[in-house]
């Protein structure tokens, strides 16, 4: 049974430039959320999508966007990167809709350079 | 606002002892969930344990197990006859249960265990 899946593991990207992340979620999930975790600090939540729309968002900027397919896959994309954006992207996944409160599952993070 | 505060930021335990994480969290909803996660160096966040705030009974998983005080907006982490294997980055979260499935972390707390 395949847990989560982040691809790609590391990632060094220039300032100004576009980044995608994938994700794939565990085998019978259906909710995907992204998470951000700087360096030394918790993870803070960016967005969820269930139903390959967007379901909640936290405040992140519009750089920030997302996509979910119908096999539930999903992909990050940041625009315009910033120093800043240097951090592990966490996705984690879930069965059913927002309010479920099923467990989430997390892959082993993407980490994005900024330089 | 929702805050989740870990005043720990590193911890240093001996085999087989035992260590206790704090956290202390705000809140102005009567419903939602408590979780400690676990970060090892590999990256992947672990569920270690879920405490549902309407339950007075402290959860408990094996070596695992919390001291929750509702009241005084507590949380706390015991790890029994600690192992090597519990080195790790520590985190407690908070999930509104109206917030889907938007994880509010703390900063972590780094534990290492020594032989």
């Known amino acids: 049974d395949a847990g989560v899946t982040q691809s790609p593991t590391h990632l060094i990207k220039t300032r100004g430039q576009q980044v995608t992340l994938r994700c794939s979620p565990k085998?019978?999930?259906?909710?995907v959320s992204w998470y951000q975790q700087a360096l030394g600090q918790g993870p803070q939540f960016i967005f969820q999508?269930?139903?390959?729309?967007?379901?909640q968002r936290g405040n992140f900027p519009d750089r920030f966007s997302g996509h979910q397919f119908p096999n539930y896959s999903s992909e990050l994309n940041v625009n315009a990167l910033l120093l800043g954006d240097s951090a592990l992207y966490l996705c984690?996944?879930?069965?059913?809709?927002?309010?479920?409160?099923?467990?989430?599952?997390f892959g082993n993070g993407t980490r994005l350079t900024v330089t | 606002a929702q805050t989740v505060t870990q005043s720990q930021p590193e911890m240093s335990v001996q085999e087989a002892e035992t260590v206790t994480l704090s956290c202390t969290y705000d809140?102005?909803?009567?419903?939602?969930?408590l979780f400690w996660y676990k970060q090892p160096p590999s990256r992947q966040m672990i569920l270690v344990i879920r405490?549902?705030?309407?339950?007075?009974q402290n959860a408990t998983e094996n070596r695992f197990s919390v001291n929750f005080q509702k009241a005084a907006k507590s949380f706390s982490l015991k790890i029994s006859d600690s192992q090597l294997g519990d080195t790790a980055m520590y985190f407690c979260?908070?999930?509104?249960?109206?917030?889907?499935?938007?994880?509010?972390f703390g900063k972590g707390t780094t534990l290492s265990v020594s032989s």
């Open positions: 085998s019978g999930h259906d909710t």
């Open positions: 405490q549902e705030a309407y339950k007075q």
């Open positions: 979260a908070l999930l509104n249960n109206q917030a889907g499935t938007a994880l509010i």
């Open positions: 999508y269930y139903e390959e729309e967007e379901r």
């Open positions: 984690a996944s879930s069965l059913g809709p927002p309010g479920e409160n099923s467990p989430l599952h």
């Open positions: 809140t102005s909803e009567s419903n939602y969930y």
